[in-house]
């Protein structure tokens, strides 16, 4: 029975497992003819391994996406649209068997890039990407973290401004909370409201607009291909997002084996040592 006690009061520590990856947006797409081009495509870039501060562990994912949309000259004459969605699903599990307590943290980054090229016609061609917004399942269905999210933006490009390229670089961290025992949760961020990535050509105009954040075009698309600030490399691009979990009290350090081992039979060789003396003294 000690020894039990022993263990349950030292088991103060904490990690994080069983991170996954799920993606939600809608499915990679594309299609070319005379007409039009067409691309969309998403992934998860990927995810690091927990690392650990002190009482905090943290660990952070990449996703990234493209989407693409051109009329060549001779191509289609009626407006054209590409609308869709973006998201992800990202669930990890805490460990806190000793129910210490622990608070999670939240960091987001969130950088690509809309272009458009306008060529010919007597309208424009348009490029936005939605707001990115966070919601939290701690075990009872999803809530959104109202002050996480990322603003999108648009480019517009006409007869007298053919070529706009426009940054999105949007960071920001919030609380997930305060929670205590092992608990899985599911951090929900998706492109809202949905579809919220829009690529617009206008009746009889010919170019080409894409939404960028960290995957390249395959097709040939003009305005996928255009470099963003810097010719930034795709790698920095896209949706970041870390997760931190910091233990309440004690130490967030897991005891070595030995350390467990060593206070089991310091244990049990005081307790052989009671039980003589007070044999002797009866």
């Known amino acids: 029975m000690k020894l039990l006690i022993l263990l349950g009061a030292t088991s103060a520590w904490a990690s994080i497992i069983g991170i996954s ?3 939600t947006s809608n499915a990679d797409s594309s299609s070319s003819s005379a007409q039009r081009v067409i691309e969309f ?16 562990f943290s660990f952070s994912n990449h996703f990234a996406w493209m989407a693409g949309y051109q009329v060549p000259a001779g191509g289609a004459t009626v407006g054209n649209a590409l609308s869709t969605h973006v998201g992800f699903e990202l669930t990890f599990t805490v460990e806190d ?7 999670l943290q939240f960091d987001q980054l969130t950088r690509g890039y809309n272009t458009a090229l306008y060529e010919t016609g007597a309208s424009t061609v348009f490029a936005s990407s939605g707001t990115m917004a966070y919601y939290l399942n701690s075990g009872s ?11 999108g933006n648009q480019a517009t490009a006409g007869s007298g401004n053919p070529n706009v390229n426009v940054l999105l670089n949007s960071i920001d961290s919030e609380s997930g909370g305060i929670f205590s025992g092992t608990r899985t949760f599911t951090l929900r961020v998706e492109t809202r409201p949905s579809p919220n990535v829009i690529l617009a050509l206008q009746n009889n105009v010919t170019g080409s607009a894409a939404s960028r954040f960290g995957m390249e075009g395959l ?10 600030a810097d010719t930034e490399p795709a ?4 949706n970041f997002v870390t997760v931190s979990v910091t233990m309440n009290g004690g130490s ?4 070595e084996p030995s350390t467990f081992a060593l206070s089991a039979a310091a244990l049990w060789a005081t307790s052989r040592l009671r039980n003589r003396l007070r044999r002797r003294i009866a």
């Open 235 to 238: 790698s920095a691009l896209g």
């Open 141 to 151: 269905g999803f809530v959104q973290i109202p002050t996480l999210f990322s603003f």
């Open 41 to 56: 495509r998403t992934a998860n870039i990927g995810t690091s391994a927990v690392s650990q501060s002190g009482n905090t």
């Open 21 to 23: 990856v799920a993606n």
């Open 219 to 228: 097709l040939g698309i003009p305005a996928a291909a255009t470099p963003g």
């Open 97 to 103: 068997p000793g129910s210490a307590g622990y608070s």
């Open 252 to 255: 967030a350090e897991v005891p």
